[in-house]
């Protein structure tokens, strides 16, 4: 009959629009206060791993009621934060590699979504500190070394290379105010051409100057011009005496410099070796191998309490993990150096209290979201004086 497909036809539309609708998990209830309500959710928080959201929703499933709800907590196992360590910390590399190029870094997590990148690097961008690991690891060791030394090495007396110098800077100012003081700049024309020639004028060599008596003295007769020669390479000459005892004076650090530090490093008891990796640890390995690549013995003495050996175990450990034969390439790149053969090859005899790596508590997962990392670039500095 009519009536009878009529009331099927309302059926059927009430059914699908009941399945596109999305299901209520949550609504407040003015009976239950603000206090019970927080209390409740921070017990689902702390001992049942429960967030906001999955704590709210197995209350409004028991139509607000506090105790069923407390009662049911343990019966469920919450979804697992869906970013481990290991996935940020690989984030964090890839970021470092390949900035926003957010399908780059998809090949390292290959699980993950473009969207579950993006959104993870806006909350996580929110807390990362600017700063380097590795910088504020240096820092913090310079800090400390600095309160243990004694209070008299402050106050110790300048040095006699540096007091050397320091007549010639107050003799070196003297004529470049003399130089500001009597030569007077002519003013440039206005307009386009005024521009253009203010633009092609360039300003002199560092340390160089004029001086206004001497130019007119040297214009003026060719005697006072002689004289004033003379005088300058009779300084130049003092000038390049000073840089040879200075070379020398640096050749003979240099060569007290090639016996080593081993004299100065504490004894091997003094150091305390710690088999456990925090996640900050296994950051700062993964960047030490990006700036020292195979040098372990350096990655040692960066990190501070593990050995060579907890650091070779660790590179054999998380290799595939933290993508560590990449991050040894990248070196091996600026470095010029090639890779050896063989690499998959390697084996390390593990140890069972060294070679193991516990998995980071909750406190640690939250600490490794405000690492920062923005990359190592090697760069080496050298200053010479140059005749």
Request: aromatic share 8%; hydrophobic share 35%.
């Amino acid at each position: 009959t009519p009536n009878t497909q009529k009331r099927v036809f309302l059926v059927a539309k009430a059914s699908q629009e009941r399945d596109n609708l999305g299901m209520l998990v949550w609504f407040p209830n003015p009976s239950i206060p603000e206090t019970k309500l927080d209390e409740y959710i921070a017990i689902a928080k702390e001992k049942h791993g429960y967030n906001m959201e999955q704590a709210l929703g197995m209350l409004f499933w028991h139509k607000h009621n506090i105790e069923k709800s407390l009662a049911d907590l343990p019966n469920f196992t919450p979804f697992p934060d869906e970013w481990t360590v290991e996935d940020k910390v690989l984030f964090e590399q890839g970021f470092s590699f390949h900035g926003k190029t957010f399908h780059r870094i998809q090949q390292m997590l290959p699980d993950k979504s473009i969207a579950s990148l993006v959104r993870f690097y806006y909350s996580w961008k929110k807390t990362r500190s600017k700063t380097s690991v590795m910088d504020r690891h240096a820092r913090k060791q310079k800090r400390d070394r600095e309160e243990s030394d004694d209070e008299g090495e402050e106050n110790s007396c300048i040095s006699p290379g540096d007091a050397e110098f320091e007549p010639n800077k107050d003799e070196k100012k003297e004529p470049a105010n003399l130089a500001e003081k009597s030569v007077h700049v002519k003013k440039e024309p206005q307009g386009i051409a005024g521009r253009n020639l203010h633009r092609a004028k360039k300003k002199p060599p560092k340390g160089m100057h004029l001086n206004a008596d001497d130019v007119a003295a040297m214009s003026s007769s060719s005697p006072a011009a002689v004289s004033v020669l003379r005088q300058l390479d009779m300084e130049l000459i003092a000038i390049k005496r000073q840089i040879q005892s200075i070379k020398q004076h640096n050749s003979a650090l240099r060569e007290k410099l090639d016996t080593g530090v081993d004299e100065f490093r504490p004894t091997e008891a003094n150091q305390k070796f710690n088999t456990r990796w925090t996640t900050e640890e296994q950051l700062l390995a993964v960047q030490a191998i990006r700036k020292y690549g195979r040098d372990f013995q350096a990655i040692s003495d960066v990190i501070g309490n593990k050995s060579v050996v907890q650091v070779k175990n660790f590179f054999v450990n998380y290799r595939r993990r933290f993508n560590l034969d990449e991050v040894l390439q990248e070196w091996e790149a600026e470095h010029g150096v090639e890779g050896r053969k063989g690499l998959d090859e390697e084996k390390m005899e593990v140890s069972s209290e060294e070679g193991t790596t516990p998995v980071p508590s909750e406190n640690q997962t939250e600490l490794i979201s405000q690492l920062c990392v923005r990359g190592i670039k090697a760069s080496t500095a050298s200053s010479e004086v140059s005749s």
